[in-house]
Protein backbone atom coordinates (compact mmCIF):
# COMPACT_ATOMS: atom_id res chain seq x y z
CA UNK A 1 0.00 0.00 0.00
CA UNK A 2 2.87 2.41 0.76
CA UNK A 3 4.86 1.08 -2.15
CA UNK A 4 1.22 2.15 -4.41
CA UNK A 5 1.19 5.55 -2.42
CA UNK A 6 5.20 6.08 -3.21
CA UNK A 7 4.55 5.77 -6.83
CA UNK A 8 1.25 7.56 -7.31
CA UNK A 9 3.07 10.54 -5.82
CA UNK A 10 6.25 9.97 -8.10
CA UNK A 11 4.32 9.97 -11.17
CA UNK A 12 2.41 13.02 -10.06
CA UNK A 13 5.71 14.34 -8.98
CA UNK A 14 6.65 13.28 -12.69
CA UNK A 15 3.85 15.21 -14.22
CA UNK A 16 4.00 18.31 -12.41
CA UNK A 17 7.90 18.68 -13.55
CA UNK A 18 6.62 17.64 -16.92
CA UNK A 19 4.32 20.19 -17.38
CA UNK A 20 6.54 22.41 -16.12
CA UNK A 21 9.44 21.75 -18.03
CA UNK A 22 6.85 22.29 -21.12
CA UNK A 23 5.33 25.92 -20.24
CA UNK A 24 8.79 27.38 -19.20
CA UNK A 25 9.96 25.69 -23.07
CA UNK A 26 7.10 26.81 -24.62
CA UNK A 27 8.08 30.44 -22.66
CA UNK A 28 11.37 30.49 -23.73
CA UNK A 29 10.20 29.57 -27.75
CA UNK A 30 7.38 32.98 -27.26
CA UNK A 31 10.49 35.34 -25.65
CA UNK A 32 12.86 33.91 -28.86
CA UNK A 33 10.33 34.30 -31.46
CA UNK A 34 9.71 37.85 -30.10
CA UNK A 35 13.39 38.47 -30.23
CA UNK A 36 13.87 37.23 -33.83
CA UNK A 37 11.18 39.55 -34.65
CA UNK A 38 12.58 42.16 -33.19
CA UNK A 39 16.13 41.65 -34.40
CA UNK A 40 14.10 41.27 -38.06
CA UNK A 41 12.55 44.91 -37.24
CA UNK A 42 16.04 46.28 -36.58
CA UNK A 43 17.97 44.80 -39.61
CA UNK A 44 15.14 46.66 -41.74
CA UNK A 45 15.44 50.12 -40.10
CA UNK A 46 19.79 49.38 -40.41
CA UNK A 47 19.57 48.80 -44.14
CA UNK A 48 17.02 51.85 -44.51
CA UNK A 49 19.94 54.16 -42.94
CA UNK A 50 22.25 52.16 -44.91
CA UNK A 51 20.72 52.83 -48.01
CA UNK A 52 19.91 56.91 -46.97
CA UNK A 53 23.72 57.15 -46.19
CA UNK A 54 24.89 55.84 -49.22
CA UNK A 55 22.37 58.29 -50.90
CA UNK A 56 23.44 61.16 -49.41
CA UNK A 57 27.33 60.51 -49.68
CA UNK A 58 26.37 60.16 -53.34
CA UNK A 59 24.94 63.31 -53.30
CA UNK A 60 27.36 65.44 -51.10
CA UNK A 61 30.10 63.56 -53.56
CA UNK A 62 28.50 65.01 -56.44
CA UNK A 63 28.18 68.80 -54.88
CA UNK A 64 32.08 68.96 -54.23
CA UNK A 65 32.72 67.62 -57.90
CA UNK A 66 30.17 70.36 -59.11
Known sequence: MQSENNQD???LDYKTLLANAKQALKL???????????????KTQ???VQAE???LRKSA???VCS
Open 9 to 11: RDR
Open 46 to 48: LEQ
Open 28 to 42: KYQKSAALASQLQAI
Open 61 to 63: YED
Open 53 to 55: NKT
